[in-house]
């Protein structure tokens, strides 16, 4: 697993699942073409590129080529790199047939393909394995989910990280365990 200090954006969920094998980092879906209606998520995207820079590593195909052309369009260039994954034609395992152009997206490229982009690209990247991150038990421990008043105390925590209200729980713990220490999120759990 590559630690990566830059968050990844990907356009769907399939390509953060696969990705999230690989890299200990923020990986954030766009959506697809969603993301030209989700002004939340777009402003998310570029607090994340001011704070530590993104990797845009989008499908090949047209639709993948619009999402990074929106992308770079609202993203100042210094805080922003993009990889290519190569023209590989064939279908994802998932998928009963091809896409429209008959390229594999992020989900299908192999492993080492997609270790190797961010090398060649010289993405500064250590080998590590994580310990003790957040954990949805702790979440829950903490009184932010599940619980009583958690909703509300879920507000102020995304609030105080100056996050989208709607942020889901595991985009949170992943934007968490890659931003601080367990004990930074704890001591400032412990003030809301």
Same mark, same amino acid.
């Given at each position: 697993m590559l630690k990566i200090k830059e968050a990844v954006i990907v356009e769907g969920?399939?390509?953060?699942? !696969?990705?999230?094998?690989?890299?200990d980092t923020l990986i954030v879906e766009t959506g697809g073409f969603h993301i030209y209606k989700d002004k939340e998520k777009l402003k998310f995207i570029k607090k994340l590129?001011?704070?530590?820079?993104? %990797?845009?590593?989008t499908d090949s195909d047209h639709s993948g080529f619009q999402i990074r052309g929106l992308l770079s369009s609202e993203i100042p !260039?210094?805080? %922003?790199?993009?990889l290519y994954i190569p023209d590989v034609f064939g279908k994802e395992k998932r998928k009963n047939k091809p896409s429209k152009e008959g390229k594999l997206g992020v989900e299908g490229i192999d492993?080492?393909?997609?270790?190797?982009?961010?090398? !060649?690209?010289?993405? !500064?990247?250590?080998?590590v394995t994580k310990s003790d991150p957040v954990t949805s038990y702790d979440l829950y421990d903490l009184g932010f989910s599940g619980t009583d008043g958690a909703k509300q105390k879920k507000k102020k925590l995304l609030k105080s990280l100056d996050l989208p209200e709607f942020l889901s729980t595991s985009s949170l713990l992943s934007y968490i365990n890659s931003s601080m220490t367990r004990q930074e999120f704890v001591s400032l759990a412990e003030k809301i």
């Amino acid at each position: 697993m590559l630690k990566i200090k830059e968050a990844v954006i990907v356009e769907g969920r399939y390509d953060k699942l !696969k990705l999230s094998n690989l890299l200990d980092t923020l990986i954030v879906e766009t959506g697809g073409f969603h993301i030209y209606k989700d002004k939340e998520k777009l402003k998310f995207i570029k607090k994340l590129a001011r704070e530590r820079g993104i %990797i845009v590593l989008t499908d090949s195909d047209h639709s993948g080529f619009q999402i990074r052309g929106l992308l770079s369009s609202e993203i100042p !260039k210094e805080q %922003i790199k993009h990889l290519y994954i190569p023209d590989v034609f064939g279908k994802e395992k998932r998928k009963n047939k091809p896409s429209k152009e008959g390229k594999l997206g992020v989900e299908g490229i192999d492993d080492q393909t997609l270790l190797s982009l961010f090398e !060649k690209q010289g993405i !500064k990247a250590d080998k590590v394995t994580k310990s003790d991150p957040v954990t949805s038990y702790d979440l829950y421990d903490l009184g932010f989910s599940g619980t009583d008043g958690a909703k509300q105390k879920k507000k102020k925590l995304l609030k105080s990280l100056d996050l989208p209200e709607f942020l889901s729980t595991s985009s949170l713990l992943s934007y968490i365990n890659s931003s601080m220490t367990r004990q930074e999120f704890v001591s400032l759990a412990e003030k809301i």
